[in-house]
């Protein structure tokens, strides 16, 4: 048996696992605290601010590409480490420098535009290049046997440090200074970057100086997924169900914190918990919701996922109203769990779709279902607030638009998914090929 499906052990997991809590790390900063100082201290405008934190995810559909070139092009017999070292530095570098760029942005725009572009840019092309040569990595060390075990570790951890990140981050920036903030930053890239060296050294097996990587297969395109999801109505139609659901549960990441700020009056530290709270809840019925899936239908889990985020949008809602902040935390809960059994069941559910030997297109079209929603949501979410408070005068109600929006595309997600026959697989076969590692981890992206 090939060496390169056979070299992870518990170890090695654990490697990967810091690498993903590192990459993870820096998305913490910028998607979480930043974009709360650019639009609530800053006075920068939540559309532009939305489509600087989204660069990932406008950048995701080069991770085909990207992957692609590590495929063919080693280093010293490294398929996979230098592209992802490559990664790490740039992620680091991009949250090193964001708030500097950022603070430039807001004293002048023509000035700082072009600087907030290349340190956001920077952050996301690394998380991009890092993200998919780690999870190439993990899925050509893994058999299919042991391969939940690998996402079960890099999951875990990624959500545990995420957490940690953000309650560190509420710790440094109590009292909210710029100086703090940038320390703050530094902090974390430097840490991020360690633990992303630790989990790197001497992880991959080095394969010789080939320049084609063994057991290599063509790789399809994106238009080869979309061909197979307009042929395929069952796939079609919940590619359309995932859409509207992940830009309805992802449009509020760059929001919620400036509208606690808003709302509510928190300062710093304690808007950045918030991210805290939701990855706990998140990470609590993520792994319910693997123990679940076996004892309950995957649709029903799906939908008491979907229906619980609705309760959380409308908790959230009329916390705004009434500037009511123990109800606000009681939506945000439901917010993270209702997400976290989402994920998991509407994951398998996926799954349960593909066709043997056509694995990874399926899960490339979650990649697309994830990215193109995320970018839409967030970009939609801030232009919508900024036009809104323009219109009405008042911010709150800004907020509260773009969350009652969601709760409506949620709503109407939820109602499609019973007519969706999602009860059987796609083929009676369709177990036959497992998905790897990185079809698995796309939807956390």
């Not at 070299?7 to 696992?17: D, I, N, S, Y």
């Not at 592209?83 to 004293?107: D, E, F, N, Q, T």
């Not at 725009?109 to 993200?131: D, E, H, R, S, V």
């Not at 994106?222 to 359309?240: G, H, Q």
Request: proline residues 6%; positive net charge.
């Amino acid at each position: 048996m090939n060496q390169t499906k056979t070299f992870l052990t518990w170890r090695t997991r654990l490697q990967l696992g810091f690498i993903h809590l590192a990459v993870a790390m820096t998305l913490v900063p910028i998607n979480s605290t930043l974009n709360r100082v650019m639009i609530k201290e800053w006075g920068i405008s939540a559309a532009l601010v939305a489509t600087l934190v989204s660069f990932p995810f406008l950048l995701s559909p080069m991770q085909m590409f990207l992957g692609a070139y590590a495929d063919q092009h080693p280093w010293r017999g490294w398929h996979r480490t230098p592209y992802i070292l490559l990664g790490m530095a740039l992620c680091v570098l991009g949250v090193v420098v964001a708030p500097h760029a950022a603070l430039l942005l807001a004293k002048d725009l023509k000035k700082g535009i072009i600087p907030a572009i290349l340190a956001f840019g920077a952050w996301g092309l690394g998380y991009n290049i890092a993200t998919v040569a780690y999870f190439a990595l993990a899925s050509e060390g893994s058999e299919p046997s042991t391969r939940g075990q690998t996402v079960a570790t890099m999951m875990t951890m990624m959500v545990l440090g995420i957490i940690a990140t953000a309650v560190a981050l509420s710790r440094m920036l109590e009292p909210y200074t710029y100086p703090a903030l940038t320390r703050a930053f530094l902090r974390v890239g430097v840490v991020a970057g360690a633990l992303g060296l630790l989990g790197l050294w001497k992880l991959e097996p080095r394969r010789g100086a080939s320049r084609t990587h063994p057991e290599q297969k063509p790789r399809a395109t994106w238009k080869d997924a979309w061909r197979l999801l307009v042929e395929n109505p069952r796939p079609r139609a919940f590619f359309i169900y995932l859409v509207l659901l992940l830009t309805a549960l992802l449009a509020q990441d760059v929001l919620l914190e400036p509208f606690a700020a808003e709302a509510f009056g928190m300062p710093v530290h304690m808007t950045t918990r918030i991210t805290a709270i939701w990855g706990g809840c998140f990470l609590f019925t993520l792994v319910a919701g693997g123990w679940l899936e076996r004892r309950f239908a995957k649709p029903a889990l799906a939908q008491t996922g979907n229906l619980t985020a609705l309760a959380g949008f409308v908790g959230i809602l009329v916390a705004g109203m009434l500037a009511h902040v123990p109800l606000f935390y009681a939506g945000l809960v439901l917010l993270g769990c209702g997400t976290g059994l989402s994920t998991v069941a509407n994951m398998s559910l996926m799954f349960d779709l593909t066709l043997p030997g056509q694995v990874g297109l399926y899960m490339g079209a979650w990649g697309m279902a994830s990215a193109f929603a995320r970018w839409f949501g967030s970009i939609s979410g801030g232009l919508i607030r900024d036009l809104a408070i323009a219109m009405a005068g008042d911010p709150i109600w800004g907020y509260l638009l773009v969350f009652g929006l969601e709760a409506g595309l949620l709503a109407l997600a939820a109602s499609l998914l019973p007519g969706l026959n999602l009860s059987q697989r796609s083929s009676p076969s369709a177990a036959a090929e497992p998905p790897g590692i990185w079809e698995r981890a796309t939807l956390s992206d």
